[in-house]
């Protein structure tokens, strides 16, 4: 069972940024999809980002071209960095890892999240 641990979430003001990282224990980290997802109070649990196992990537409309979603497979961490943050991004962020190599594979495992607060 892959075990996924995030990190770097806090508070920042509104136009900061900050790096989300996910360390992904396993061997099979490289092969798999790895997405973001979020979840603000009273809103269901949402995509931000997904990557494939090739590094195609796809990201939710309210955040293309502010958050960038990366990996790098010597580390099994995936990571994303979130720049222009808005009010509006706070959230508690989930780590997932898919169970294909493909950008919509379903999801496999999720973290304990991290959670964003983005003041104005």
């Known amino acids: 069972q892959v075990q996924l641990v995030e990190s770097g979430g806090g508070l920042v003001q509104a136009g900061g940024s900050l790096r989300l990282s996910c360390k992904a224990s396993g061997s099979a980290f490289s092969i798999n999809a790895m997405g973001w997802h979020r979840q603000a109070p009273g809103k269901q649990r949402e995509l931000v980002a997904a990557i494939s196992s090739g590094g195609s990537t796809n990201y939710a409309d309210s955040v293309k071209g502010r958050f960038t979603i990366s990996r790098d497979n010597t580390k099994n961490t995936v990571y994303l960095q979130m720049n222009s943050l808005k009010p509006e991004d706070t959230a508690v962020y989930y780590c997932?890892?898919?169970?294909?190599?493909?950008?919509?594979?379903?999801?496999?495992?999720w973290g304990k999240g991290t959670l964003v607060t983005v003041s104005s």
């Open positions: 997932n890892s898919r169970s294909g190599p493909f950008l919509f594979s379903g999801v496999g495992a």
